[in-house]
Each structure stands twice: as structure tokens, then as C-alpha cells.
């Protein structure tokens, strides 16, 4: 089961965190793996961990808010079987803390690098008459959250975008899902601590960790995990839908 044999899929983000565990997974699983990142070296990291796990895969050097590197980097490959967008950048703020630099800035990646990644691939899919799609939702999207505002709104475009797109390409075989993730432990977070609490990293980490009913974040295996099911065989029959993975937060919350 979940087997990707044969299958080529494109994971943006792949140089680190939740994308990365993506890349690995789908490798692990049989899949050729395009290691989209922006940062070369991570990229190349990832690709050397994949190699080490015996799988097959090739670096992919680009930035996903950029329309022409996009479409110059996807035309290059000979298919597209499988799509998953988890490119992207938070921020905290208010309406009133975000300014309008932060604001472009978010979107460009969060959105428009989504919008760039859908529409360079779609082509790709319908001429092998099928794919799949994955896009990075997050809870933040259907929930309000504190200090939130433009991160929340690029994460409702992905939600809307995935309902979209699921929607005008049902007769091209092409599915198209979200995941709406909570706090996952990665990279990004270990950066946030140290920057903004210096000396009380393990107190925030623990205070964050108990905004979820159950406990503590995800990792980014797990998320991956799901990430796999939706894009494989025995999924055909989900399309148009948001998971929510985020330890009981949407609906266990007092």
C-alpha cells in the first residue's frame, strides 16, 4: 500500500521541515522526487539524504514567487505526477503591525508561489492524463488567531484555491486536496524561539506545545504521513478537501 512506484512528484520546500519529511517519505516510497527549494543547498541536502535511503531524485533550485523560474524549471521535466506546495513563510503581526512590505511579501510566496506551482504543473497532468495535488493549508485559516493576520489570509487563498482548482479539473483526472496543519516542531520554530525569547526557548516551546489538546506539535513525519495517503492510489477517491492534522486544536479547544 501507498506505493509511488513510477511516479514523479515535485515537492516545493523540500530543503527543510515539513517539506523535506515529504521528500524522504515519497523517495522512500519509490517515487522520483524534484527537490524544489530556494535555498541550493539545502536542496542538495535533502537529494543526498534521499540517495542514502537508496532512492532517485534531482535537486530543483528556484523561488516559487518567481512565474518564470517556475515555468522554466517545471517545462524542463518530462512529467508531473505528483505536486505538493509546501513552500511558504509566516509572520506575526496584527492588521496594524503588518506592514505593507510584510503583507506583499506573504503573498507573494503563499500565494502567488502556490498560484506559480499550479500553473506551471496542470499542463504537465493533462497531457498524462492525470495527477495529483497537494497544497499547505493551515488551522489558521478557519480558526482566529492572535497575531495572525496576513499569515491567515494567504492560508484561506490556499483553501480556496484548492477548492478551485479541484473543481475545474475534475474531468482531467486531476485531484486536488489541502492539509490545515497546527504547530509542527521544525526549523522555523527553533528560529522564532531563539530570535524572539533568547534564554526562554524551552519555556516557549513547552507553552506553544500545550496550545494543542494533545500536547505538544506535530512532527513533521507525521504530517508527511498524511501527505503520502492523499496522494497516493488509495486515496482516488478524495478530492476538493481540507484535513485538518493538529492534535484536537479546531475542535477540542475550550
Known amino acids: 500500500m501507498f506505493s509511488l512506484k513510477e511516479k514523479a512528484a515535485v515537492v516545493t520546500g523540500a530543503g527543510s521541515g515539513i517539506g523535506k519529511a515529504v521528500a524522504l517519505l515519497f523517495a522512500k516510497q519509490g517515487a522520483y522526487v524534484h527537490v524544489l527549494d530556494i535555498r541550493e543547498d539545502q536542496a542538495r541536502t535533502t537529494m543526498e539524504e534521499i540517495k542514502e535511503l537508496g532512492g532517485q531524485g534531482a535537486p530543483l533550485v528556484a523561488d516559487v514567487s518567481d ?76 480558526a482566529g488567531l492572535p497575531d495572525r493576520f496576513a499569515y491567515s489570509m494567504t492560508k484561506g487563498a490556499v483553501y480556496s484555491m484548492t477548492l478551485a482548482l479541484a473543481r475545474d479539473y475534475l474531468h482531467d ?33 513547552d507553552k506553544l506545545s500545550a496550545t494543542q489538546p494533545i500536547g505538544r506539535m506535530a512532527k513533521p513525519e507525521e504530517i508527511a504521513a498524511l501527505i503520502l495517503y492523499l496522494c497516493s492510489d488509495e486515496a482516488s477517491f478524495i478530492t476538493g478537501c481540507d484535513y485538518p492534522i493538529d492534535g484536537g486544536f479546531l475542535k477540542l479547544n475550550n
Open 173 to 205: 483526472h486531476i485531484r486536488c486536496n489541502c492539509i490545515s496543519p497546527a504547530r509542527v516542531h521544525t526549523p522555523f520554530v527553533d528560529g522564532f524561539l531563539k530570535k524572539n525569547y533568547p534564554g526562554k526557548e524551552k519555556e516557549m516551546f
Open 67 to 142: 512565474q518564470k523560474q517556475i515555468t522554466d524549471r517545471f517545462s524542463g521535466l518530462d512529467r508531473i505526477d505528483i505536486l505538493v506546495n509546501s513552500a511558504g513563510i509566516s509572520h506575526v503581526g496584527t492588521v496594524e503591525t503588518t506592514s505593507e512590505e510584510d503583507f506583499d511579501r506573504l503573498f507573494r510566496v503563499n500565494v502567488k508561489g502556490v498560484y506559480n506551482c499550479l500553473r506551471a504543473a496542470i499542463p504537465s497532468m493533462k497531457r498524462n492524463k492525470g495527477g495529483v495535488i497537494l497544497n499547505m493549508s493551515s488551522v489558521a485559516a478557519s
